[in-house]
């Protein structure tokens, strides 16, 4: 699956034709994942954009990250949260909750990092992006 970005400049355009389109896994730092068929209509847009890796298609629910890392996700729409971890059985475990819905998860022997809760998910894209379309 191709992983994307837009310059500043042309971010706002970019992520609105994608989200219009398909399926869109936003990444930090305004990085995106998409589907193959959603990369070839962009190309086709004419808005400009970086194509920073191409990834294989795994099963649902797993990411082959950069680095070749495996992240397993999953998506919980009643409470809105977006786990990640880096095992698939990741075992007892505890949070560290931030101050802006972010969660560290750790192993409960070891104290290493597992992987992460986001919780209000839709929120935090929708108030990341949505000041920049109503900025112009």
Known sequence: MPIITFDKEHLDDGFMFLARRGEVGCLPNDVFVITDMLFDLLKKSHIPFIQIENHPVTPQ??????????????????????????????????????????????????????????????????CHYLPRLFAA
Not at 73 to 80: A, E, I, L, R, V
């Open 61 to 126: 629910g797993e990411v082959s990250a950069i680095g070749g890392k495996t992240l397993y996700c999953d998506y919980d729409p009643y409470q809105d949260a977006l786990f990640i971890t880096f095992s698939n059985t990741p075992g007892l475990t505890y949070y560290e909750e931030q101050d802006d819905g972010f969660m560290i998860r750790r192993d409960a022997d070891t104290d290493e990092v597992v992987g992460y809760t986001i919780r209000n998910i839709s929120i935090k894209i929708c």
